[in-house]
């Protein structure tokens, strides 16, 4: 157990919808990430958030958003859902988001667009 | 841009037999460099790092890699593979900034009894 927290496990949702994750990062932690993992694109990195603010963007769609709150948990939010956002989706967290931090990996929700 | 890549999408082992698994990475700067393992179902536990020092490095459940510079390499080893190492591994590199780790496509791992 990483310490990581992800809810919920599982998400099945319609195609246009709008669906929210939720991550809580480890004790003491203060940067937090998302990466999607799927079959034809493999794990990638989405965004990260220092201490509530935005500090990096990856491939991140502009149909999906994140923030982090004032008690560190995050939540990454994904509109207009297509199929091909059907993956699944980690939260890391690590101290300060550093190089010589250590990113520790939530569980994942698992999405399934239909 | 950095990049990693593992060249071996599968392999499969005996159980009691060595394993070496290959990663290859492309980055400009003195590279942080990570394994992570994925049991089926499972989010991602981190097996070691490199950072820098001594360029063979000790992990959890009796896994090491040793860091190439010359060969832009990082290759995991376990000298006997058990069962439960049954799982996909991923390579991966951290910018300097700290703030994404690039994968590599992974490595998925089967064992024979």
């Known amino acids: 157990d990483s310490g990581v927290t992800q809810t919920p496990k599982h998400l099945i949702t319609a195609t246009g919808q709008r669906v929210t994750l939720r991550c809580s990062p480890r004790?003491?932690?203060?940067?937090v990430y998302w990466y999607q993992q799927s079959l034809d694109q493999g794990l990638q990195f989405l965004i990260q958030?220092?201490?509530?603010?935005?500090?990096a963007k990856g491939n991140i769609l502009e149909r999906f958003s994140a923030q982090q709150f004032p008690d560190l948990h995050s939540e990454l939010n994904l509109s207009s859902l297509e199929l091909g956002d059907s993956a699944l989706y980690f939260c890391?967290?690590?101290?300060?988001?550093?190089?010589?931090?250590?990113?520790?990996f939530g569980p994942g929700t698992r999405l399934t667009v239909l | 841009a950095q990049s990693v890549t593992q060249p071996d999408i599968h392999i499969t082992v005996s159980e009691g037999a060595s394993l070496e698994l290959r990663c290859n990475y492309s980055?400009?700067?003195?590279?942080?460099l990570f394994w992570y393992v994925q049991s089926p179902g499972q989010g991602l536990q981190l097996l070691l790092k490199?950072?820098?020092?001594?360029?063979l490095v000790q992990g959890i459940k009796g896994f090491e890699a040793e860091f190439k510079r010359s060969q832009s390499s990082f290759n995991l080893r376990k000298p006997s593979v058990h069962w439960s190492d049954a799982a996909e591994y991923f390579c991966?590199?951290?910018?300097?900034?700290?703030?994404?780790?690039?994968f590599g496509g992974g490595t998925r791992l089967m064992v024979k009894p």
């Open positions: 890391a967290s690590s101290v300060v988001g550093l190089a010589g931090d250590t990113q520790y």
């Open positions: 004790s003491g932690d203060l940067s």
């Open positions: 958030y220092y201490n509530g603010e935005e500090r």
């Open positions: 980055y400009g700067a003195t590279p942080y």
């Open positions: 490199y950072f820098s020092g001594d360029t």
């Open positions: 991966a590199v951290r910018n300097n900034a700290g703030n994404m780790l690039t």
